[in-house]
């Protein structure tokens, strides 16, 4: 087995300072091309490492249960929502809707993976599959949002022409930001082309490390890219639909839509 071969990265010192390293990269690349993200990258990585740290022992705990294993699910959600919110620059209260799209694009990629019997319905394989959708539906949110928002400010002019010849205000959105939805989903879908040619995304990694033949490396990463695909489509509509008719409306634009 692959996981009794030492291949799993052990967490002591050797670890520690591979990370470290890593993250002085980062700030030197960013501050030599002068990208000016050098301090969101330590930033980022101390709290991926102290998240992941709590996280671990959190799973380890609710794994046990069922219930406590859902509830876990629902943090997810909620730390998805607010994150995509944010990163779109909409009032908290709008916030709800931008669930609503994470939800039900993750919601039945979950759901028939576990009804199938696919996936076991038991913590352990609850959480790692509802991770890895809800994490892509909040992409594909975050994405989908801010192209039609910068999309939205920058065709105003097509906006108010739409209006101008009558059409109705989701109807005249609608035309702004619809095109914008390929780019949104552009990330998952090269992924789902290229895997195994350019990438060999985490779930397959993960059952090679985890001591699982090729076969079953590639079923667990077909299933989870194919369903990626799937909720982040069902998230990107809900969510273009509910920008559209103004229920999701980025602040500097709650002046200009809807009218």
Do not use: K
Not at 71 to 78: D, H, N, P
Not at 108 to 119: E, T
Not at 176 to 198: K, N, W
């Amino acid at each position: 087995m692959l996981a009794l071969a030492g291949v799993t990265p052990s967490p002591d010192w050797r670890l520690a300072a591979v990370l470290v390293v890593l993250v002085v990269f980062a700030v030197a690349a960013s501050l030599l091309g002068r990208l000016g993200v050098g301090r969101e990258h330590v930033t980022a990585a101390c709290r991926a490492v102290v998240q992941l740290a709590v996280v671990s022992l959190v799973i380890a705990a609710t794994l046990r249960s069922l219930w406590w294993s859902l509830t876990f699910v629902a943090v997810m959600l909620i730390v998805a929502t607010g994150t995509s919110a944010r990163r779109i620059g909409v009032p908290m209260g709008q916030a709800w809707w931008i669930g609503f799209a994470i939800t039900a694009g993750a919601a039945p990629v979950v759901g028939l993976c576990l009804a199938s019997g696919v996936i076991p319905l038991n913590g352990a394989g609850i959480i790692p599959i509802a991770g890895i959708v809800i994490g892509g539906a909040m992409t594909s949110a975050t994405l989908t949002g801010r192209r039609a928002s910068d999309e939205l400010a920058a065709q105003q002019g097509a906006y108010e022409a739409g209006l101008a010849i009558g059409l109705q205000a989701v109807d005249a959105a609608s035309l702004v930001v619809q095109p914008t939805a390929r780019e949104g989903l552009t990330p998952g879908l090269d992924q789902t082309r290229t895997v195994g040619l350019v990438t060999l995304p985490g779930a397959f990694v993960g059952v090679l490390l985890g001591g699982g033949t090729p076969l079953e490396a590639g079923a667990a990463q077909v299933l989870v890219l194919i369903g990626l695909m799937a909720a982040q489509a069902i998230t990107a509509a809900l969510l273009l639909r509910q920008m559209a008719i103004g229920r999701v409306v980025r602040r500097d634009l709650a002046l200009v839509h809807p009218r």
